[in-house]
């Protein structure tokens, strides 16, 4: 019976990839942290994750650090015109029972002033600051420069700008 445990089990961290990691507390949940890997001149990078609460009152994430750059901010994107601007944010809000992905185009983390760079495979520390479960550590996965991730939200603002873009009906508004 031992046998076929161990033998599941080895199958099992066979099929599960890599990024499939995920770290809790006993008040959230952080689904598969990960970045992208950077070139050695590249002095910022952005880091992704789901955060969810397994509480009933919700928690706010309100910072981050890492021991490999100088500092990390929390990015949110605005629109500016026909542009998507990252700009800092205070904080993000983590609804109770609920969950909310930092993914590329939204929320993530910015990691500034690189203290090395971010090799594909290898993972860098962060340590995630909330409002009320405190600091909870994860391990960020780096994947290939151009990764989009697993969790990546689809984007949609090509179809969304599609709607100003046309030029309006000749003579729209007017009465001959
Ligand atoms: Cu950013």
């Known amino acids: 019976m031992l046998k076929i445990t161990v033998a599941l089990t080895l199958l099992l961290s ?5 990024n499939a990691h995920q770290e809790e507390s006993e008040q959230m949940t952080v689904s598969h942290p990960w970045s992208r890997a950077t070139a050695p001149s590249q002095k910022t990078g952005a880091v992704f994750m789901e955060i969810s609460t397994k509480t009933g009152a ?18 949110g994107h605005t629109r500016d015109g026909d542009i998507m601007r990252m700009r800092p944010v205070e904080a993000v809000d983590i609804p109770a029972k609920g969950s909310v ?3 590329p ?9 690189l203290k090395v760079p971010l090799f594909e495979e290898t993972t860098i520390p962060i340590t995630l600051i909330f409002e009320k479960a405190g600091k909870v550590e994860v391990e960020a996965l780096i994947e290939a420069a151009g990764a989009s991730g697993r969790t990546a939200a ?4 090509d179809a969304d700008m599609k709607h100003g873009s046309g030029s309006a009906p000749a003579g729209s508004g007017k009465t001959k």
């Open 14 to 18: 066979t099929l599960v990839p890599a």
């Open 58 to 75: 919700g928690d706010r994430l309100i910072g981050a650090k890492s021991e490999d750059a100088d500092r990390v901010q929390i990015h």
């Open 101 to 103: 992905m930092l993914a």
């Open 105 to 113: 185009g939204g929320f993530h983390l910015m990691l500034i002033g």
């Open 154 to 157: 689809p984007m949609k603002m």
